[in-house]
């Protein structure tokens, strides 16, 4: 079954800190990962996926298929960072193409 | 405003009553996706449609949940006999096909007194 785990609920860290906000996940397919973000008061949005394999705001996120992970990091943490992050699985498999699914989040707090 | 619109934001109902939600997507996003949110949790499928065609629906769809896509263009999910099990925030995404970045409306914050 799919299956999206983010360990962490909370996760605080002071600014100039590196953060790492951890993923796993279960899918027997070929997985599409996604880390998506959501500030507050605002709606969610993509933060990165996988196949681009980009550097957004400073976010990096790498698949290791062994381990079944996507963490995401960064080396130094900013203020504005602040925010609730997801990681999502997308479906690859016949009527269920594009669906997420998601874990449960973890809210990031970056301290001045 | 060319982003995922919903309507209403919030509502507020007697168990029992029913609701109606409604969500625009990206004109050329011909792929629409409901979630539902509660708290603490992250987004969890409902149903997704292709154009008017919907493709799957979860199995959290009980029978009291409808969902409908007329011309392809909006949606609305509608809930009968709603329940206090109900309160949740009712997320609408659209996509290009494929595995494309979905994009996320407000939400629709339903409680159910």
């Known amino acids: 079954a799919q299956r999206v785990t983010q360990p962490e609920k909370l996760l605080s860290v002071f600014k100039g800190a590196p953060v790492e906000l951890k993923c796993n996940y279960s899918y027997s397919g070929s997985p599409e990962l996604f880390w998506y973000v959501q500030y507050s008061r605002q709606r969610l949005q993509l933060l990165l996926r996988?196949?681009s394999r980009e550097s957004i705001k400073g976010f990096t996120a790498d698949l290791n298929k062994g381990e079944t992970s996507f963490h995401l990091k960064k080396p130094f943490a900013q203020e504005e960072d602040s925010a609730m992050y997801y990681c999502a699985l997308g479906s690859d498999r016949g009527s269920t193409l594009g669906r997420l699914y998601f874990g449960r989040g973890t809210q990031l707090t970056v301290w001045p | 405003d060319t982003g995922v619109s919903q309507n209403p934001r919030h509502k507020i109902t007697k168990r029992g009553q029913n609701v109606t939600f409604r969500c625009d997507p990206i004109?050329?996003?011909?792929?629409l996706y409901w979630y539902r949110q509660t708290l603490g949790q992250g987004p969890e499928f409902l149903t997704y449609?292709?154009?008017?065609?919907?493709?799957?629906k979860s199995r959290l769809l009980s029978d009291r949940f409808s969902a409908e896509r007329p011309k392809g263009s909006f949606s609305t999910l509608e809930i009968q006999r709603t329940e206090q099990g109900d309160s949740a925030m009712y997320l609408c995404a659209s996509s290009l096909p494929g595995l494309y970045e979905q994009y996320f409306g407000p939400g629709t914050r339903l409680t159910v007194t």
């Open positions: 449609f292709q154009n008017e065609a919907q493709l799957e």
């Open positions: 004109s050329e996003h011909n792929r």
């Open positions: 996988h196949i």
